[in-house]
């Protein structure tokens, strides 16, 4: 059963709420898409051929200007960048393409996107869940996740932390492959990518950072995401993905290149998120809840320290779905998350149901 339908009785209720439903459970994004987005997309739209896996030259140099630009990654040629159909797919078939198999672990956070998970199942590996090194033993793994700001929990990884990470790697020749899905959604700290020259000193071996233009540009729809890294192995992908017809349409790849060169429907966006946070926030601790971590990203991770079924339960009786923790690991188990992407006037009516 997929998790998701075990909330069909929580959403009965807060759909009877006489005023509606407030879905605060899925990330999905709800803002229209801006305008220079949309006019590329529908400029592109008479090409007949396919089109390249590995990206237009225009998208892969759009790429890489806006990852200097907006995160301070340097260093990165445009072979070190390629397009994914959203990151939600790279995530589910990256240890596929990659090659592992049974025998091989993939490491993931804690409290984690459950699509880390599902990409080992689907190529036979095993999937471990842990935070820390310290964790692991003296096994070698293939592959080690990173999330930082974190779904479901807003937690960003520092600096230091980051760079031990990738020092453990290195001396082991493991994998990195951070999902910087939320990166441009910095509240209470400043996220860093794992590409970064204060955490990699400028040498990518061995990383991979997974971005997508769902959150920060409301492309969810349009499924545009992006791997960048270390270029041998954005090369093996390249290779796996031609054979395999994983190719970003493209109209949508001039959709990306519109998005990755205008910063300001990026800003917008940031803008809208940061006061429904706002709103949200001072709602929640008022009500009584713990707001843990949540410095970043597209969530509240909220508790009252009971079962999150019960929360659930909660804030159903006022019209409000939230996700239960335990959807990303065992230790989400006395939290909820709270999405941020409701519209501000859905997100108006949750604040006045919590008071
Ligand atoms: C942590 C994380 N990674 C990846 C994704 C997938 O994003 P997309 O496939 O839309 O790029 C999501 C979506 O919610 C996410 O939360």
Not at 237 to 242: D, E, I, M, N, Q
Not at 302 to 321: K, S, V
Request: aromatic residues 6%.
């Amino acid at each position: 059963m997929f998790p998701w339908d075990t909330l069909a009785e929580v959403t009965a209720t807060a759909r009877a709420h006489p005023d509606g439903i407030v879905d605060l459970s899925v990330g999905t994004p709800v803002d229209p898409v801006a305008p220079v987005i949309r006019a590329a997309l529908a400029a592109a739209g008479a090409a007949p051929g396919y089109p390249t896996t590995a990206g237009t030259e225009a998208l892969r140099t759009s790429a890489v200007a806006a990852l200097a630009r907006r995160y301070g990654i340097t260093g990165l040629g445009p072979q070190a960048v390629l397009p994914s159909i959203g990151t939600k797919e790279l995530i589910a078939w990256l240890p596929t393409l990659l090659g592992l198999g049974a025998g091989d672990t993939v490491v993931v956070p804690e409290l984690a996107y459950p699509t880390y998970e599902v990409g080992a199942l689907l190529a036979g590996a095993t999937a471990v869940r842990a935070d820390s090194l310290t964790q692991l033993g003296p096994g070698t793994p293939a592959l080690v996740y990173l999330n930082s700001p974190s779904n479901p929990t807003g937690k960003v990884l520092g600096v230091d932390h980051l760079r031990k990470v990738v020092g453990w790697a290195r001396e082991r020749g493991v994998l990195v492959a951070s999902d910087e899905c939320y990166l441009g959604l910095g509240w209470d700290a400043e996220p860093v990518s794992i590409l970064h020259p204060d955490v990699c000193d400028g040498d990518h071996t061995g990383l991979l950072a997974l971005h997508s233009l769902s959150k920060t540009s409301s492309l969810a729809g349009y499924r545009a995401g992006l791997v960048a890294g270390d270029t041998a192995v954005v090369a093996e992908l390249l290779a796996v993905r031609k054979h395999a017809g994983m190719m970003v349409p493209f109209p949508v790849q001039a959709a990306m290149v519109a998005a990755f060169d205008d910063d300001e429907h990026e800003r917008v966006q940031r803008e809208r998120y940061a006061h429904r946070r706002a709103a949200l926030l001072a709602a929640l601790q008022a009500a009584g809840f713990t707001v843990d971590h949540s410095e970043a990203g597209l969530y509240l991770w909220a508790t009252r320290d009971e079962p999150c079924r019960q929360t659930l339960a909660w804030f159903a009786e006022r019209g409000i779905l939230v996700a239960p923790g335990e959807f990303y690991g065992p230790r989400g188990a006395r939290h909820v998350r709270v999405a941020l992407t409701a519209p501000d006037e859905r997100i108006a009516a949750a604040v006045q149901r919590l008071g």
